[in-house]
Nanobody, 131 residues
Framework: VQLEESGGGSVQVGGSLTLSCAYS?????????????MGWFRQAPGKEREGVAR???????????DFAESVKGRFTISPGNAENTVDLQMNSLKGDDTAMYYC?????????????????WGQGTQVTVSS
């Protein structure tokens, strides 16, 4: 699966930004429905990569989603308006949200928000939050 992020940029503290990830296809096999687990990760300079949010879709319908504690109540993840896209809506942004954001996908998410759940990765998009 190929992934491409868009929507990064600079925003002031308290502002909002929406990231979008376009994926080439869901995962299919002969016994299961079209499914995909999409995740967003971020990595700030000098810090470890952090799982931010994930969403599990079967035939384009959301089965579950969850978030890191650091973004709960501020970020949402959902299927995008365009086909084969997933959006990360980020509200009430803080300076600590500044990072390179990566989209990732896997056929399922057996390890939650761990990077081990995901097999394919995008190139990343930068988000900078300034005061």
């Amino acid at each position: 699966v190929q992934l491409e992020e868009s929507g990064g940029g600079s925003v002031q503290v308290g502002g909002s930004l929406t990231l979008s990830c376009a994926y080439s296809s869901a995962y299919n096999d002969s016994t299961t429905d079209s499914r995909i687990c999409m995740g967003w990760f971020r990595q700030a300079p000098g810090k470890e990569r952090e799982g931010v949010a994930r969403i599990y879709l079967i035939r384009g319908k959301t089965k579950f989603r969850d978030f890191a504690e650091s973004v709960k109540g501020r970020f949402t993840i959902s299927p995008g308006n365009a086909e084969n896209t997933v959006d990360l809506q980020m509200n009430s942004l803080k300076g600590d949200d500044t990072a390179m954001y990566y989209c990732a996908s896997g056929s399922q998410c057996p390890y939650g928000l761990s990077s081990r759940s995901f097999t394919d990765w995008g190139q990343g998009t930068q988000v900078t939050v300034s005061s």
